[in-house]
C-alpha cells in the first residue's frame, strides 16, 4: 500500500469508525457488531503503524490511551466554570423564580436537567476536532486531562461540523462500570471505591491514560460555554446544536412554561433516581432564554440565571458501634459515630461527625445503639435520631475525657463555647492538622503534599512545624512509602514554588485562630509585610472594616508567641515571600476611570489573564460582570472577543482594547 492510498483508507476508517462510534455510545443503537468495529480498528491501527506520518489527534485509535504523563499542566479558564446555587425545597425555587422575574418580567421559561454526579468538565474543539479538556478546579484554573478524556467514547474526537466553541459537561461512571470496578478492586484485595462520583474523578486524574481507558466512563454535555456566532438564542436550542454536532446530551431534559411545572417534576425524579442506570442528585433550573440569562448576569459565584435542587437528603438505619474522639489544630476534640457500614445516597457511610458532648447528650446517643444517619445536602454524613425501640440494655453511655487522647494534658472549655480544648501548644495532634492545613490549597497550596505524606512525615519525626517542610531533603522522601523519583522531585519543586507565594497565603496558613482566607487577604493588604503584621497592635487592627476586636485580640495573642516569632524568622532565613504581591486597593478610587462602573471582559489577553485584569479592576472600584447589557458602562475586548463585542457594538457602549486597558492601569 503506498501513502496515497493509506490517507484514503485512513479517512474512510475515521468516518466509518466515529459513525459506528456515534451509533453505540451515544445514540445506544449499534448498526454493525462488535466484531466489525473491532476488525476496522485493528486495520487502522495497523495501517497508522506502517504510515506514522499520518496519524492524526482525531484519529479513533487514540482512545486507547497516550504515554504516561508526569503530571498534569494547569489550564486556565477563559470563561470560569461557576458553581450553582442551592434549592432544597419548594420555597427555595419560588423565591428564586421571585429574583427572576423581578429582572426579566414574568415572561420566563426554564429548562430543567438532571443533575448528573460526577465531574464538571470543558471541552474545547478547533476547527471541529478536540483539542482540549480540562477539569473544572477552582471554577478559574483546572488542570489538563485532555489525554484520559479521549479514552470516553461517547466524547466526538471530530465534530460533525468544522465548528470551533468551547462546551461543558460532567464526565461520570456508570452504575454497571462502578459495580464492575469494585468487584475487580476487590478480587484484588484493594480498597474498593465510596461511590461512583469519586471513582469517575480518581479515573481521570489517573497520570496513565491507559487506566482511565479501563474504566469506561461516560459523559453529558450540558452547555456551549460562549455562543459565540452559533447563532443560538436560548439554553434548549443549544442542548439542539450539541445533538446535530454530534456530542451525547441528556434526554430526559424538560422545557417547562412556569415554576409549578418545574414542581411539578420534583417527585417522578425522586421516584425514578434508583432506576436511572447513572447516579444523579437533584435537578439544574435554568432560565431558557440566553438574553434573560445576560441580563440577570452572575453573582461572584454562581449565575443569577440558574439553581440546583438538591434531592431531599436519603435516611437509612445502622448501628453505632463505637465513638472516636480527633483533635483538630485549634485543639478543639470532636467525637465522631463509627457505624457499621451503609449505603446512603450512593455512598458506603463508616463515620458520620457528632460535633461536640452536648449533641451527644441532647440526641440521648449511647454506644451500641441503632441509629437513623443521613447525608446532610448529601455531603455530610450526620445522626439524625436515635431508635430507642431498639436498645437491648447493652447499649453504654459515652463519657467525654477530661485529659487529651493525643498527649494526656487536661482538658479544658472555654467560657461560651459548647467544645472540650486541649490548649497544649505541643500537642502532636494540633501540630500534625496544622501543617496538614498549612500546606492545603487554599493556604500554601503545596502539590503532593497531602495529609498521607504529612502525616508520614509527622511519624518519622522528619517534620515538627512548618519550617520543617522547607529543610526535606531528597533522600529522606525516597525512604517514605509510595515516594518513587518522580514524586520526590515534584513535591519538592511544588515546595520551592511555595516560597514565592504572597502573603495572604502564608497568613492562612499559619492557622491563626479566626483568621480564616477572607481575613488573611485583607491583613497582607492592609499591612503589605509580615513584619508591620507582627508589630500591629489591637488599635491597629480593629481600626480595618473586617477585623472585630475578638479576630484582633487573637492575632496579637499570636503573634507575641516566641516559638511563632522563632518560626517566622526561619521562614524568612529559608527564602520564603513575606510580602503582599496583590493588587493594593488605593486610598482613594475617586480618580480611577474604574470607580463605580460596570465592566465585562471578553476575549484572551495577552498580557495577562481576564482573572488578573479583573482583580486589578476591582481594586480600583470597578465592577466586573459576565454579560453584557444596559447598564455595562464598559467592555474590554481581547482576541477573538466574539458576542459579546457584539452586543456592545449594538448597544453603543464604550469598547477598549488591551492596550487601552494598561494605560489606565498604568495611570
Partial sequence: MDKQTAQSRIQALH???????????????????????????????????????????????????GQVLDAFQ?????????????????????DFDRRVKQVVGENVQYTVELKIDGLAVSLRYENGVFVQGATRGDGTTGEDITENLKTIRSIPLRLKKDVTLEVRGEAFMPKKSFEALNE????????????????????????????????????????????????????????QLLDELGFKTNKERRLCQSIDE????????????????????????????????????????????????????????????????TVGRTGVLTPTAILEPVRVAGTTVKRASLHNEDLIREKDIKIGDTVVIKKAGDIIPEVVNVLVEKRTGDERDF???????????????????????????KCPAQIREGLIHFVSRNAMNIDGLGERVITQLFNHQLID????????????????????????????????????????????????????????????????????????????????????????????????????????QELKDLGLNMAY???????????????GKTIVLTGKYESMSRNEAKAQ?????????????????????????????????????????EARMLQEFQS
Fill in 399 to 425: 463519657h467525654m475525657p477530661k485529659e487529651c487522647p493525643e498527649c494526656g494534658s487536661e482538658l479544658v472549655r472555654i467560657e461560651g463555647e459548647v467544645a472540650l480544648r486541649c490548649v497544649n501548644p
Fill in 465 to 568: 512545624d512548618v519550617a520543617d517542610l522547607y529543610k526535606l531533603e531528597r533522600g529522606q522522601l525516597l525512604n517514605l512509602e509510595r515516594m518513587g523519583e518522580k514524586s520526590t522531585d515534584n513535591l519538592l519543586n511544588a515546595i520551592e514554588r511555595s516560597k514565592e507565594n504572597s502573603l495572604e497565603r502564608l497568613i492562612f496558613g499559619l492557622g491563626i485562630r479566626h483568621v480564616g482566607e477572607k481575613a488573611a487577604k485583607t491583613l497582607a493588604e492592609q499591612f503589605e509585610t509580615m513584619d508591620r503584621l507582627q508589630q500591629a497592635t489591637k488599635e491597629d487592627l480593629v481600626a480595618i472594616n473586617e477585623i472585630g476586636e475578638k479576630m484582633a485580640d487573637s492575632i496579637v495573642t499570636y503573634f507575641a508567641n516566641d516559638e511563632v516569632s522563632e518560626v517566622i
Fill in 184 to 239: 475487580e478492586r476487590s478480587k484484588l484485595n484493594e480498597e474498593p471505591f465510596a461511590n461512583p462520583r469519586n471513582a469517575a474523578a480518581g479515573s481521570l486524574r489517573q497520570l496513565d491514560p491507559k487506566i482511565a481507558a479501563k474504566r469506561n466512563l461516560d459523559i453529558f454535555v450540558y452547555s456551549i460555554a460562549d455562543i459565540g456566532e452559533t447563532g443560538v438564542t436560548s439554553h434548549s436550542e443549544g442542548l
Fill in 581 to 595: 504581591k496583590g493588587v493594593k486597593r488605593e486610598e482613594s478610587l475617586s480618580d480611577s476611570y474604574f470607580s
Fill in 15 to 65: 468516518e466509518q469508525l466515529n459513525q459506528y462510534n456515534y451509533e453505540y455510545y451515544v445514540l445506544d443503537n449499534p448498526s454493525v457488531p462488535d466484531s466489525e468495529y473491532d476488525r476496522l480498528m485493528q486495520e487502522l491501527i495497523q495501517i497508522e503503524e506502517a504510515f506514522p506520518e499520518l496519524k492524526s489527534a482525531d484519529s479513533p485509535s487514540q482512545r486507547v490511551g
Fill in 74 to 94: 494547569k489550564v486556565e479558564h477563559r470563561i470560569p466554570m461557576l458553581s450553582l446555587g442551592n434549592a432544597f425545597n419548594e420555597q427555595d425555587l419560588r
Fill in 617 to 657: 479592576i476591582e481594586a480600583l472600584g470597578g465592577k466586573v460582570t459576565g454579560s453584557v447589557s444596559a447598564k455595562t458602562d464598559l467592555v474590554i475586548a481581547g482576541e477573538a472577543a466574539g458576542s459579546k463585542l457584539t452586543k456592545a457594538q449594538e448597544l453603543n457602549i464604550e469598547v477598549w482594547d
Fill in 262 to 325: 418545574v414542581i411539578s417534576l420534583l417527585d417522578e425524579f425522586v421516584q425514578r433516581r434508583p432506576e436511572l442506570p447513572y447516579e444523579i442528585d437533584g435537578l439544574v433550573i435554568k432560565v431558557d432564554q440566553l438574553n434573560q440569562q445576560e441580563e440577570l448576569g452572575y453573582t461572584a459565584k454562581s449565575p443569577r440565571w440558574a439553581i440546583a435542587y438538591k434531592f431531599p437528603a436519603e435516611e437509612v438505619v445502622t448501628k453505632l458501634v463505637d465513638i472516636e474522639l
